[in-house]
């Protein structure tokens, strides 16, 4: 049984950094792409950016071009978000996921992991 922990969230003013990890456990081949989502209330999931592996492929979201990163290390089965110049409009709960057999990276229903989601919150 895949899991996805995320850690690092928190709050943060505006302009300031974050980075978000998530933890892969009980997989053992590549889960591609590991992407990160956000669900701020009363809103629908978003993708948020993505990467794929082998090649280290990545995607962003235009909202968080230039400002998110994300990277993954495959010794520790991690990926990461680094978050800068976070704006109140960032704030929301980030989820990480894993895995689907096609499509587009950002569209949340094709995606067979989740984690539990983690708040990040950016006050102006």
């Known amino acids: 049984q895949v899991q996805l922990v995320e850690s690092g969230g928190g709050s943060v003013q505006a302009g300031g950094s974050l980075r978000l990890s998530c933890a892969a456990s009980?997989?053992?081949?590549?889960?591609?792409?590991m992407a990160w989502f956000r669900q701020a209330p009363g809103k629908t999931r978003e993708g948020v950016a993505a990467?794929?592996?082998?090649?280290?492929?990545?995607y962003y979201a235009d909202s968080v071009k230039g400002r998110f990163t994300i990277s993954q290390d495959n010794a520790k089965d991690t990926v990461y978000l680094q978050m800068n110049s976070l704006k109140p409009e960032d704030t929301a709960m980030y989820y990480c996921?894993?895995?689907?057999?096609?499509?587009?990276?950002?569209?949340?229903?094709?995606?067979?992991?989740w984690g539990q989601g983690i708040q990040v919150t950016v006050s102006s």
């Open positions: 996921a894993a895995d689907i057999l096609g499509g587009s990276w950002y569209v949340a229903a094709l995606y067979n992991y």
């Open positions: 009980g997989y053992t081949a590549n889960h591609n792409p």
């Open positions: 990467i794929y592996t082998p090649g280290g492929r990545t």
